[in-house]
T-cell receptor, first 116, second 109 residues
Framework: KAGVTQTPRYLIKTRGQQVTLSCSPI?????VSWYQQTPGQGLQFLFE???????NKGNFPGRFSGRQFSNSRSEMNVSTLELGDSALYLC???????????????FGAGSRLTVL | DQQVKQNSPSLSVQEGRISILNCDYT??????FLWYKKYPAEGPTFLIS?????DKNEDGRFTVFLNKSAKHLSLHIVPSQPGDSAVYFC????????FGAGTRLTVKP
């Protein structure tokens, strides 16, 4: 079965611009989470969506936003880009995130954003 | 807020020996702990998990130990193989999933 697909894989933007990243989860997975990976900081949690609703949010400024569509596909948007936003953005999906067991996330390969 | 910490950014071991990766957490409400492995240009992949009510889980060469009183978990890989060279992330699951900064493991032939 197809894995988590993220597009685009690589992109370059300049300061002040905005960017939209896309994520298609595994079929049947209703939860989509987004993470930012930077060297030395590991994976920083951005937000999680479930059934088109933001269920949890990390400690990122309001410039970072997301949404989920009825088919569970998700997008995240970063406005007014800063140099420090350069990072690998990872999307992960899971079935439901309920407490019936370990909520194993399946990650996409990521979108690498470079801000100049 | 660093709820999950991996204090060793890197670890180097010889092939065939044991690799021990460590992780500490601060939130007692986490109900599962997981380890992920990440190769360059790929997303992290799930390796092994442990429930907060257990103290050990084993899967082949990989064993995870949980010490709740110390809020500490570790991943043991034995014997280590060159293909195990990757970045390993510790994760804790509660309302959402929080990750540590990762430990880069290098297994030398």
């Amino acid at each position: 079965k197809a894995g988590v697909t993220q597009t685009p894989r690589y992109l370059i933007k300049t300061r002040g611009q905005q960017v939209t990243l896309s994520c298609s989860p595994i079929s049947g997975h209703r939860s989509v989470s987004w993470y930012q990976q930077t060297p030395g900081q590991g994976l920083q949690f951005l937000f999680e969506y479930f059934s088109e609703t933001q269920r949890n949010k990390g400690n990122f400024p309001g410039r970072f936003s997301g949404r989920q569509f009825s088919n569970s596909r998700s997008e995240m948007n970063v406005s007014t880009l800063e140099l420090g936003d350069s990072a690998l953005y990872l999307c992960a999906s899971s079935r439901s995130g309920d407490s019936s067991g370990a909520n194993v996330l399946t990650f996409g390969a990521g979108s690498r954003l470079t801000v100049l | 807020d660093q709820q999950v910490k991996q204090n060793s950014p890197s670890l180097s071991v010889q092939e065939g020996r044991i690799s021990i990766l460590n992780c500490d957490y601060t939130n007692s409400m986490f109900d599962y702990f997981l380890w992920y492995k990440k190769y360059p240009a790929e997303g992290p992949t799930f390796l092994i998990s442990i429930s907060s009510i257990k103290d050990k889980n084993e899967d082949g060469r990989f064993t995870v130990f949980l010490n709740k009183s110390a809020k500490h978990l570790s991943l043991h890989i034995v014997p280590s193989q060159p293909g195990d060279s990757a970045v390993y992330f510790c994760a804790a699951s509660g309302d959402d999933m929080r990750f540590g900064a990762g430990t880069r493991l290098t297994v030398k032939p």
